[in-house]
């Protein structure tokens, strides 16, 4: 407050703070550059932030995909267990067998499929981009392959449904388009390098199986925003069928001794996908 006259005079007035004489104008104008400063913050604030929640979001989502495949291993470990080797894949299975129609409908008494089918970076089954003469099947980065109603692949009950795969060579007596036995099939899990043998994965089909004489993708194939390698008719049993950038700069995978890790896209061919498979090398897709 200001003292304004004399005590002598007997007079004096208490004067409000200048600020007190601001127009109704000028209080507004002040309140919406406040206003608007506290919206460029948050602004910025979310802007950090978002980055950070998407990270810890996604590595939840593949904290579950671990935990979904290391079930999924163990199920066939226990099926192994039960039947003195890994699931058939000739033509035995199919003829007496048909609940392996599918390596993940041989689990259906294993495991709660239902729980552990599909990685929750792949929700939804099918895709339309991904259309072929064989219909919608092929999954891809950010949903499950699915089986067309009425397949003969297709189990009853069995939705059809998942984004995983199976290294095919892992299972017993595999049989080439020739219906020729391969001699490079695993069959069990007690082998050597077990640790260093793919056997389930995020997968854009339900299994393949690599040969080590496939060609490797051109280099930065997966470069400029590219997310996953085309997957057709054509190289589905190849390992193109898991290439892809579905957890960071790669996916996870269930090794033959039951172990769990997270892959680098450009690590994929140095694995021993089969008994005769030679290691490729790292490759520079990304």
């Known amino acids: 407050m200001k003292l304004i006259g004399g005590i002598a005079g007997g007079r004096f007035s208490l004067l409000p703070p200048r600020q007190a ?14 206003l608007l400063t506290v919206v460029v913050v948050l602004v910025i604030i979310m802007a950090l932030a978002l980055p950070l929640v998407n990270r810890a979001m996604e590595s939840g989502k593949s904290a579950k995909c671990v935990s979904n495949l290391r079930q999924l291993g ?20 199919f003829a007496y067998l048909p609940e392996t ?52 692949m297709l189990p009853t009950g069995d939705p059809g449904y998942s984004s995983y795969g199976l290294n095919m060579w892992v299972r017993k007596g595999l049989h080439d388009e020739a219906a020729e036995i391969y001699r490079a099939s695993f069959g069990t899990t007690r082998v050597d390098d077990a640790s260093r043998i793919p056997m389930i994965m995020d997968a854009r089909w339900e299994g ?63 694995f021993k996908w089969n008994k005769f498979y030679e290691d490729r090398g790292r490759v520079n897709l990304r």
Request: charged residues 15%; hydrophobic residues 35%; contains cysteine.
């Open 208 to 270: 393949f199986w690599p040969l080590s004489e496939d060609a490797i993708p051109p280099a930065g194939s997966l470069r400029n925003g590219q997310k996953e390698i085309p997957i057709s008719d054509a190289n589905w049993r190849m390992a193109e069928n898991v290439a892809m950038l579905r957890h960071g700069n790669g996916i996870n995978i269930c090794f033959l001794d039951g172990s769990v890790r997270p892959v680098d896209v450009n690590d994929l061919w140095t």
């Open 101 to 152: 129609f599918t390596w993940i409908s041989a689990l259906t008494n294993y495991c709660n499929l239902n729980e552990v089918r599909s990685c929750p970076s792949a929700r939804n089954p099918g895709g339309a981009e991904f259309g072929n003469s064989g219909g919608n099947k092929w999954g891809g980065r950010s949903h499950a392959w699915a089986l067309q109603p009425g397949s003969w």
């Open 21 to 34: 004489f601001r127009s109704p104008e000028t209080q507004s104008a002040f309140t919406t550059i406040e």
């Open 74 to 93: 163990a199920a066939l470990m226990v099926y192994q267990a039960d039947n003195q080797h890994l699931i058939r894949g000739d033509n035995y299975a």
